[in-house]
Nanobody, 117 residues
Framework: QVQLVESGGEMVQPGGSLRLSCAAS????????MGWYRQAPGKQRELVAV???????SYADSVEGRFTISRDTAKNTMYLQMNSLKPEDTAVYYC???????????WGQGTQVTVSS
């Protein structure tokens, strides 16, 4: 059974940095596509970053060059390093996982990131 637990969200000033973590159980990284989505108040959930089962990464244009997605196979944990944060990055951030072989989406409970002075 897949379980995803996010952590690391908090309030930070503009220009600051945060690292989000997603502890994954029941997931084999080499068989799963994983990513981070976010949802701001009154807006649709949007894709932020993806890491494929083969380790390839891609980013939304709005975070390209500022955010970095990575994973640690030994710890079964995925990360999102967020630098140069802007107020528009304020949202609930969700961890996502989907097997390459079973098209079922799995979600974490979300972690709040607030960028404000």
């Amino acid at each position: 059974q897949v379980q995803l637990v996010e952590s690391g969200g908090e309030m930070v000033q503009p220009g600051g940095s945060l690292r989000l973590s997603c502890a994954a159980s029941g997931v084999i990284f080499s068989l799963y596509r994983m990513g981070w989505y976010r949802q701001a108040p009154g807006k649709q959930r949007e894709l932020v970053a993806v890491i494929t089962s083969g380790g390839g990464t891609s980013y939304a244009d709005s975070v390209e060059g500022r955010f970095t997605i990575s994973r640690d196979t030994a710890k079964n944990t995925m990360y999102l390093q967020m630098n140069s944060l802007k107020p528009e990055d304020t949202a609930v951030y969700y961890c996502y996982a989907r097997s390459d072989y079973v098209p079922t989406d799995h979600w974490g409970q979300g972690t709040q990131v607030t960028v404000s002075s």
